[in-house]
């Protein structure tokens, strides 16, 4: 069985790991949240370095007083069985776990025994009677002198770490929006940027600059229609009205947009000696088409008669 604050988790659903841990939660509604996760910060460090170093290298791990004094056997540490996720001595379950690995236990009974036997009992004893003293001494003393120390350099770290998150990466900030050099965001963007720069260009702007270019607009805008309109006179006295008609058809000079064929509220004018040609030779056409049909009545009258 494992502690309550311990969770073994399984990923990709081959590997297992577990994790001890204690949850603290601040809420970013009240000013200065950011000091309070620093104290936080401290303590939390503080009590995990003391922790480790005051008591877990010296005492509990592979190098330290007790594996150099100590008369008992003990076991620096567990290995997480990635089979089922179950915490077990290294040496003592090796046979009492199922077999259930890739090569099987009648194969890696070999390599165990040989990492077991030669690697650890062999090179293991000379490394252990050689360096072991030194080291358990010299990483048990150091590892003494840090948590002793630690109230005086883990609020140096927990500082600069505070430092780092304000000009490198925030994250400790709530928004997901933008986590990287806020502290150059909020003075160059938002204090310098936003609240200075822009409310000057908009009082310039608007005081200045739109009442200078609506005038420059209205200007462009009667000098383009004055000089249109000298253009368009010059034009129509010179060439157009003595010269122009009303075109048959458009072309690259002018376009028919109105008039007589284009609209029904626009006729042709024409002179009177026209308009009585045109009426005399309607005329005619009545008379050719009477003549006709009397005619046309004459040559079926036999037909008509002897029928």
């Given at each position: 069985m494992m ?13 297992y790991?577990?994790e ?15 000091w309070?996760?620093f104290?936080v ?5 503080m009590?995990?370095?003391i922790?480790?170093f005051?008591?877990?290298?010296p ?12 008369i008992?056997?003990f076991y620096?540490d567990?290995?997480l069985c990635q089979?089922d996720?179950a915490?077990?001595?290294?040496e003592?379950?090796f046979?009492?776990t ?11 009974r070999?390599?165990n025994?040989?990492?077991?036997y030669?690697?650890k009992?062999?090179v293991?004893?000379?490394f252990v009677?050689v360096?072991?003293p ?11 002198i840090?948590a002793?120390s630690?109230p005086l350099w883990?609020?140096v770290?927990?500082l ?9 990466y925030?994250f400790d900030?709530?928004?997901?929006s933008n986590k ?7 003075i160059?963007?938002?204090?310098l ?7 000057v260009t ?9 009442p200078?270019?609506?005038?420059g607009i209205?200007l ?7 000089c249109r ?6 034009i129509?006295y010179?060439?157009?009205k003595?010269?122009?008609?009303v075109?048959s058809?458009?072309s690259f000079?002018?376009r028919?947009?109105?008039?007589p064929?284009?609209?029904a509220?626009f006729?042709y004018q024409?002179?009177?000696e026209?308009?009585l040609?045109?009426?005399e030779s309607?005329l005619e056409?009545?008379e050719l088409?009477?003549?006709?049909h009397h005619m046309s ?6 037909k008509?008669h002897?029928?």
């Amino acid at each position: 069985m494992m502690p309550e604050n311990w969770r073994s988790q399984k990923s990709d659903d081959i590997h297992y790991s577990v994790e001890k841990n204690t949850q603290k939660l601040t809420t970013s509604h009240y000013p200065f949240w950011r000091w309070w996760n620093f104290l936080v910060r401290i303590l939390t460090w503080m009590k995990n370095s003391i922790f480790m170093f005051g008591i877990v290298i010296p005492l509990c791990s592979s190098l330290s007083w007790r594996a150099l004094f100590g008369i008992q056997q003990f076991y620096p540490d567990t290995q997480l069985c990635q089979a089922d996720g179950a915490l077990y001595k290294r040496e003592k379950k090796f046979e009492e776990t199922p077999d259930r690995g890739f090569l099987g236990k009648s194969f890696a009974r070999h390599f165990n025994r040989f990492w077991n036997y030669i690697l650890k009992g062999g090179v293991g004893t000379f490394f252990v009677a050689v360096s072991m003293p030194v080291l358990c001494t010299v990483t048990s003393t150091l590892s003494v002198i840090l948590a002793i120390s630690a109230p005086l350099w883990i609020p140096v770290v927990t500082l600069i770490v505070h430092i780092g998150g304000f000009l490198i990466y925030d994250f400790d900030s709530p928004d997901d929006s933008n986590k990287i050099g806020i502290l150059f965001e909020a003075i160059i963007w938002r204090l310098l940027i936003q609240g200075c720069i822009q409310p000057v260009t908009a009082v310039l702007v608007g005081s200045i600059g739109c009442p200078l270019s609506s005038l420059g607009i209205t200007l462009f805008g009667l000098l383009r229609r004055t000089c249109r309109g000298f253009w368009d006179t010059i034009i129509y006295y010179i060439v157009i009205k003595p010269r122009a008609r009303v075109p048959s058809n458009d072309s690259f000079v002018a376009r028919r947009i109105a008039g007589p064929g284009l609209a029904a509220d626009f006729f042709y004018q024409i002179e009177p000696e026209q308009a009585l040609a045109a009426f005399e030779s309607m005329l005619e056409r009545e008379e050719l088409e009477a003549w006709k049909h009397h005619m046309s009545r004459l040559i079926d009258q036999p037909k008509e008669h002897f029928k």
